[in-house]
């Protein structure tokens, strides 16, 4: 289980990177997010609380927070993977409100609902900043006009 850990890390990180070189303003901005949310989370995770079988009030308020910054930007720009990477986190986020209503919920299934989303939201943003950046290094395409077909 460690490596999952470890390569969320890493990825995050990576993603971060990534987007500060090759992604527009809107990818370092959700890049920016991603890793102030997983260092908070950090930050405010209680001791002996990673178990699962609690909620931890603390990565709940991170979670909304972002989910919150994830719909504005979402709404603001109108791309599809912010879209997919805002629904992410609202299944994140019901995860937690699924476990304050009803303790019953399995640590497992908390677990899967909570962390769940973290690496397809990367990879998300990670589809976002190769697709930049694809775009960026292709060729225009030369324009047709009318102009031209009437000298022939």
Same mark, same amino acid.
């Given at each position: 289980? !460690?490596?999952?850990?470890?390569?969320?890390?890493?990825?995050?990180?990576?993603?971060?990177?990534?987007?500060?070189?090759?992604?527009?303003?809107?990818?370092?901005?959700?890049?920016?997010?991603?890793?102030?949310?997983?260092?908070?989370?950090?930050?405010?995770?209680?001791?002996?609380?990673?178990? #699962?079988?609690?909620?931890?009030?603390?990565?709940?308020?991170i979670d909304l927070t972002l989910l919150m910054?994830?719909?504005?930007?979402?709404?603001?720009? +109108?791309? !599809?993977?912010?879209?997919?990477?805002? +629904?992410?986190?609202?299944?994140?986020?019901?995860?937690?409100?699924?476990?304050?209503?009803?303790?019953?919920?399995?640590?497992?299934?908390?677990?899967a609902a909570v962390v769940g989303t973290s690496?397809?939201?990367?990879?998300?943003?990670? #589809?976002?900043? +190769?697709?930049?950046?694809?775009?960026?290094?292709r060729k225009p395409a030369p324009r047709y006009?009318?102009?031209?077909?009437?000298?022939?």
């Open positions: 289980m !460690w490596y999952a850990v470890y390569g969320f890390w890493l990825f995050v990180v990576l993603t971060s990177l990534a987007a500060w070189r090759w992604g527009s303003r809107i990818e370092r901005g959700v890049a920016g997010l991603y890793l102030a949310a997983a260092l908070a989370t950090v930050a405010l995770r209680l001791p002996g609380s990673s178990d #699962y079988a609690t909620v931890n009030a603390g990565v709940f308020l910054g994830l719909v504005w930007t979402a709404l603001k720009h +109108a791309r !599809w993977w912010l879209i997919a990477s805002a +629904a992410l986190q609202l299944v994140t986020v019901l995860g937690h409100i699924a476990m304050f209503d009803a303790q019953r919920t399995a640590p497992f299934a908390y677990f690496y397809p939201s990367q990879i998300l943003l990670a #589809y976002a900043i +190769a697709r930049r950046g694809m775009r960026a290094t006009t009318p102009s031209q077909s009437q000298n022939a």
